[in-house]
């Protein structure tokens, strides 16, 4: 096993886009075994700074820096799932041994793994079903299946189940839940607040692209220390005022 | 019109008893378009993925230079083959010219910008939408440009067929680096246009009713294929 990727550490991470500053000078650490969940209004920035932690966006300015780097051409160790799932048009099963294919994964255990990582995520009935015309449940479950069978250190999640209905949903955290039990560190943007009270163990909130907060899950939702935290929390949760969450 | 119905009603004949000149021109029709679109395909397709999905100076200008070249007339294709194959060529020593060899080239070059240019389009709109999902997963510049041309393969199907629909319709080319030497590289649409110029409309006419029937086949088949593939994987 090579060195650990983590610690992550963003210093002043900056982007620009057409003038608009979507992140501005962000700086974080992000540590093993905890679930960390990015909240925010919308346009503050979340699922750019995923995608600047997961290499996908070069920051403007500012340095994303790995405990250890990953050599380019080597299997990655930190993968993401997107609000939409990308899969190809191939069986379930298919898309998963592609992505074994790229991580260089000899042929004659791509199929074991393949199948274990459907195993493990419920989906083994479908295996030979073609990918896209799977549920939107069952698809992000697979594209879940695709990440964790790379079994990777860190696990990007952007949104993962905006587009879910709460059974599907349920059925996705389940997943996530297991993920994080096997070792694998989550970093996920969600909306959904209820979700982020299961699954989050620190919040990073994001307003206007700057990180006006950051602690403890169970504290943020508590005692939010900043007024922009609060704000949002009274938007989302409006019932909140007259409940003692 | 009393010649169109005669001729169409000698036209339906030979096509029924299956004429021996008519088959052997429709045969090296086939041979010779499958063969220039499959020898194409093998340039046009990699290169039309590589277009889409890598980034290098100069690809801007390359993809102008290929859409120009989707304007390419078939005859200006044959010139040129024509010259290079020409005994005085830098390729006459290969002595190709007035084969089915040289006309499977000729026709390759014509079809390769429709084929790469279609190619590239197509990939271009795919990796728009799956280049995070690939650059996450670890993949290359061309284990994505090979990754997309296998899932666009249902769409990439039309493409090759129309690569194959130019090739088999034209006529400039076949003519001028084939000869439409009789039992040696005439094809069909070389042989409507001498045969009409003969007067021979019967066979002229055949011809042509055979090609359109092949290519409106070769549509139906490849469409419904597409269809279903698409009902099947989304």
Known sequence: MAESLL?????????VAGGRTILDRVALRLTRGTRTVVLGPNGAGKSVLLRVMHGLIA???????????????????????????????????????????????PPAQREARAASALARVGLLSIARQPARVLSGGEQQRLALARAWMLEPEVLFLDEPTANLDPGATREIERVIQAIHDAGTKIVM???????????ADEILFLHGGRLVERGDAAAFFRTPATAEAA???????????TATA | MNTLTQAGAEAFAMVARLDARLVEIIALSL???????????????????????ATFRGRGALVTTLNALLGLPAVVVGLLVYLLLSRAGPLGALGLLFTPRAMVIAQAILVFPLLAAL??????????????????????????????????????LTIVLAGFGRAISEVGAVMIVGGNIDGVTRVMTTAIALETSKGDLPLALGLGVVLLAL??????????IKDAAQRRHG
């Open chain 1, 7 to 15: 610690p992550l550490a963003l210093k002043d991470v900056s982007f």
């Open chain 1, 59 to 105: 920051p403007t300015s500012g340095t994303v820096r790995w405990a250890s780097d990953e050599r380019p051409g080597a299997p990655r160790r930190q993968a993401m799932v997107f609000q939409r799932p990308v899969l190809f048009r191939r069986s379930a099963l298919g898309n998963l041994r592609f992505a074994l294919a790229v991580a260089g994964v």
């Open chain 1, 189 to 199: 943007v969600t909306h959904n607040l209820g979700q982020a009270q299961r699954l």
């Open chain 1, 231 to 241: 704000a949002y929390l009274e938007g989302e949760l409006p019932w909140r005022t």
């Open chain 2, 31 to 53: 041979g010779v378009s499958l063969s220039s679109v499959a020898l194409s395909c093998a340039f046009a397709l990699p290169l039309g993925a590589a277009l889409a999905v």
């Open chain 2, 119 to 156: 190619t590239r389009q197509v990939v271009a709109d795919a990796w728009a939408e799956t280049r995070e999902q690939l650059v996450s997963l670890g993949a290359g510049t061309w284990t994505s440009a090979g990754a997309l041309l296998v899932d666009l393969r249902f769409t990439l």
């Open chain 2, 215 to 224: 290519v409106l086949a070769l549509n139906i088949g490849a469409s419904s």
